[in-house]
Nanobody, 114 residues
Framework: QVQLVESGGGLVQAGGSLRLSCATSGSIRGVSDMGWYRQAPGKQRELVADMTIAAGTNYADSVKGRFTISRDNGKNTVYLQMNSLKPEDTAVYYC????????WGQGTQVTVSS
C-alpha cells in the first residue's frame, strides 16, 4: 500500500505563493490519476486539482489560473504550485488518487492571512 506524506504548507500573506509536495512511499508510476484535495474548517473535503490520463489536468473553478498540479514519477512525488493565494484557500491540503482509494496522509496546513 502506497503511503502519502504531504509537506510545504505554512502561513503566507494574501497574494503569496506556496509549493506543496506529496511524497509517496511506493512508486506512483503505475498510478495514472492523482489529485490534490483540501478541507477547510467546518467544510467537507474537496478536490481542487487533478491529473488524469483521460483528461489531463483539471482544476476547481475557485483555483483555476492560480494553482498548478504536476508530478515527477522518478521522485514518486506530486506537487501543487499555489500562486495568488487568498484567505479562502486556508485549509489542510491532502493528495490522493482520483478517486481517493489510498489511506489519507496527515495533510499539510495552509493558512493565508488577509
Amino acid at each position: 500500500q502506497v503511503q502519502l506524506v504531504e509537506s510545504g504548507g505554512g502561513l503566507v500573506q494574501a497574494g503569496g505563493s506556496l509549493r506543496l509536495s506529496c511524497a509517496t512511499s511506493g512508486s506512483i508510476r503505475g498510478v495514472s490519476d492523482m489529485g490534490w484535495y483540501r478541507q477547510a474548517p467546518g467544510k467537507q473535503r474537496e478536490l481542487v486539482a487533478d491529473m488524469t490520463i483521460a483528461a489531463g489536468t483539471n482544476y476547481a473553478d475557485s483555483v483555476k489560473g492560480r494553482f498548478t498540479i504536476s508530478r515527477d514519477n522518478g521522485k514518486n512525488t506530486v506537487y501543487l504550485q499555489m500562486n495568488s493565494l487568498k484567505p479562502e484557500d486556508t485549509a489542510v491540503y491532502y493528495c490522493n488518487t482520483k478517486p481517493p482509494i489510498l489511506d489519507w496522509g496527515q495533510g499539510t496546513q495552509v493558512t493565508v492571512s488577509s
